[in-house]
């Protein structure tokens, strides 16, 4: 299980973008990446590829490391690091250490 999935709100601690707080877009788990809504973005010169499709330049998200974020607990609403804890029905659930909360 990982700490963070998709649509987390995170906090970028370390990089470019220190202190920037953003949405969770994509993960690639194998590469320990992800992309953040607002976060790294880059510049990419495009070129049209269909007739009457317009060229141009576009900023986008671009990916960084996992360990460059730290989740946010939706009820103490602050950066936190994560536990996991063992619930009833034998399921594996991520916890916030601040306050004890599931996530």
Same mark, same amino acid.
């Given at each position: &299980? &990982? =700490?963070?999935?998709?649509?987390? $709100?995170? !906090? ?14 994509e993960i690639l ?24 499709? /317009?060229g141009g330049i576009v900023k ?9 974020? &730290?989740?946010?607990? #939706?009820?103490?609403?602050?950066? /936190? =690091?994560? #536990? +996991?804890?063992? !619930? ?8 916030? $250490? =601040?306050?004890?909360?599931? +996530?």
């Amino acid at each position: &299980m &990982m =700490r963070v999935k998709k649509q987390d $709100k995170v !906090l970028v601690i370390s990089g470019k973008d220190k202190g920037k707080v953003g949405e969770i877009i994509e993960i690639l788990p194998k590469k320990d990446k992800l992309k953040v809504k607002g976060v790294a973005i880059a510049t990419c010169h495009v070129k049209p590829r269909k007739a009457g499709a /317009t060229g141009g330049i576009v900023k986008k998200e671009s990916y960084i490391n996992l360990s460059k974020v &730290m989740p946010i607990c #939706g009820s103490c609403n602050k950066a /936190t =690091r994560v #536990g +996991f804890k063992s !619930l009833a029905d034998g399921k594996k659930a991520r916890n916030c $250490k =601040r306050c004890g909360e599931i +996530f």
